[in-house]
């Protein structure tokens, strides 16, 4: 007889399912149960949620970057409330009006600085900011370069 709990069901669902929340809630949990078949199916099927762009353009870029974050939060085991409100802002007001509010909100801190420990700081948003300056307020830029600036700083500074 099979011990293996069966996830069929589970899965026909994250198949059938469209909405970000729901699958990002499967994720999570998934995560939190070491049900690795389940969160990597949301995850998968979160990824075909994400809109297609023009490699190299900013669109591309931002959904890169978003699809990076989650990952990094989901191996971490950390929430991703903020990263779900962060997709709703980009289909509905687009990636831009996104990125504004993640950067200047630092609604991402934890990533960010993980990111850049990690030597991936062309990964953040803050990178992106920069990448595509044209596309953001001075503000926001000069934000944004700042801190890649310290945590670049931090990262070299003897200890």
Sequence with gaps: MDD?????????SIEACQD???????????????VPIVRDAALAKIETLIP???EGSFEFEFWEM???YQKT????????????????LAINDGEVQ??????????QAWV??????????????ENLVLKFPKKFT??????????????SELLIAPT
């Design 112 to 125: 960010f600085e993980y990111l850049t420990r990690e030597g991936q700081i062309d990964k953040t948003a």
């Design 73 to 88: 939060l989901f191996a971490n085991g950390k929430p991703a409330l903020k990263l779900n409100e962060t997709w709703e």
């Design 66 to 68: 978003f699809t990076a």
């Design 52 to 54: 297609v762009y023009k």
């Design 4 to 12: 293996e709990p069966d996830y069929t069901r589970i899965l026909l």
């Design 20 to 34: 970000i929340d729901r699958l990002m809630t499967f994720a999570g949990n998934a995560q939190k149960r070491n």
């Design 98 to 107: 996104a990125l504004n509010d993640w950067v200047g909100n630092k609604t």
């Design 138 to 151: 001075s503000d926001l830029s000069v934000l944004a370069n700042t801190r890649i600036q310290m945590a």
